[in-house]
């Protein structure tokens, strides 16, 4: 079976890539021809574009504050080339994309890859506080002939407006089946009178053996906590100082941007392979990552998560958390420090929770093929 598939990965996340990668894979692995959209529109490419100042930040209203704004940008964006260049590799050289490259819905629409299976997904691509959510190539409208289906789409929000609500159940009552990713997305589509299946991120779809042959090798001389942490989060860095000294632990972190000082590495050029690596031989992972907590969990490591203040995405880390029983691996309070510096892991439970829960996941692809 021709399948294409469509999602936002080239956007420098690792967590955007690698779930690309693995619907991919387990979809080759059945013996079918794959190629992920190669869909570029212009607000998904603005990362290392230094002249895009968004226009609702505060940065953006007088001329001398965009000015500077884009002179540290650039400076920045230097820095980091190098995470550049190894995303650059693993999207274009390691993913297949289509050879053609859309930039709209306009385009998608005039002259559409031809496939006998569309799936959309996985990932935030539905969030319509995202400009993804709001763009009907992200529901299918374009497709003229073929099976639409999406797998472990995300809305992210527990909630959306009527008028978004009108427009997804439109174009979703032409889809053969629908799946998501957190539980009260379910919710949300019975609200449109929507069928829909709750499915594992694409990430669990594939093996540990099957991650360890794509992740870099690495030479572990110590043991460390690994930190990935999008915003900065004072109370993550309280913990992970105090976690880190109890357990005689280094600190390392993954970073997008500024390296952390209290850290004993930082890894600032780290791409998909590397950031795979890095969890798997970690000893403890501490985040506000989905889907580094994802890899964690499935790498089966002691983790420990802090929710976000910039971005109201919560919903789905919680989702992810209470499935596997881990929500007092939340730390919303510092008062839950003590009892986390004391707890210790069995991931039996949590093992066979993944495989009965992959079954059923598996199972909801493979009724489209």
């Known amino acids: 079976m021709r399948i294409n598939t469509l999602t936002t990965y080239d956007v420098y996340n690792y967590g955007a890539s690698l779930q690309a990668y693995a619907l991919m894979t387990y979809l ?15 607000y998904l490419t603005r990362k290392y574009d230094y002249r895009w100042v968004n226009p609702e930040s505060k940065m953006s209203k007088y001329a001398i504050t965009r000015t500077a704004y884009r002179i540290l940008k650039y400076i920045q964006r230097q820095t980091t080339m190098g995470r550049k260049y190894q995303f650059d590799y693993f999207n274009h050289q390691i993913l297949k994309e289509t050879a053609t490259v859309y930039h709209s819905f306009e385009e998608l629409k005039k002259n559409p890859p031809q496939a006998d299976l569309y799936i959309v997904g996985s990932d935030q691509i539905w ?81 540990i053996e099957e991650w360890k042959k794509l992740m870099s090798p690495f030479n572990k001389k110590e043991k460390y906590l690994l930190i990935y942490d999008f915003e900065g989060n004072k109370e993550l860095k309280e913990f992970a100082i105090q976690y880190a000294k109890t357990k005689n632990l280094k600190i390392y972190s993954i970073n997008d941007t500024y390296p952390l000082l209290y850290a004993h590495r930082n890894f600032g050029c780290a791409g998909p392979k590397e950031f795979l690596a890095l969890i798997y031989h970690c000893d403890t992972f501490v985040s506000n990552s989905f889907h580094g907590t994802a890899f964690s969990i499935l790498f089966n490591k002691p983790v420990f998560v802090f929710n976000r203040h910039r971005h109201k995405v919560n919903s789905r880390m919680e989702s992810l958390m209470t499935l596997f029983g881990l929500t007092d691996c939340i730390l919303t309070d510092r008062t839950m420090y003590i009892s986390a510096l004391q707890k210790s892991f069995d991931y039996t439970t949590i093992n066979q929770k993944i495989k009965s829960e992959l079954e059923k996941s598996k199972q909801f692809i493979d009724n489209l093929l």
């Not at 692995?29 to 869909?39: A, P, R, S, T």
């Not at 919710?187 to 990430?203: A, H, K, Q, R, Y």
């Open 28 to 42: 080759q692995n059945k013996d079918n021809e794959v190629e992920i959209i190669n869909f570029q529109p212009e």
């Open 127 to 207: 969030n319509v506080f995202y400009e993804a959510g709001r763009d009907p190539a992200f529901f299918l409208d374009w497709v003229k002939e073929g099976k639409k289906a999406s797998y472990a789409a995300s809305f992210s929000y527990l909630e959306i407006d009527e008028a978004n609500k009108r427009r997804i159940q439109k174009s979703l009552q032409s889809f053969t089946a629908v799946s998501v990713r957190e539980f009260h997305g379910i919710d949300i589509l019975s609200n449109m009178n929507i069928t829909g299946t709750w499915v594992l991120d694409p990430i669990f779809l594939l093996s």
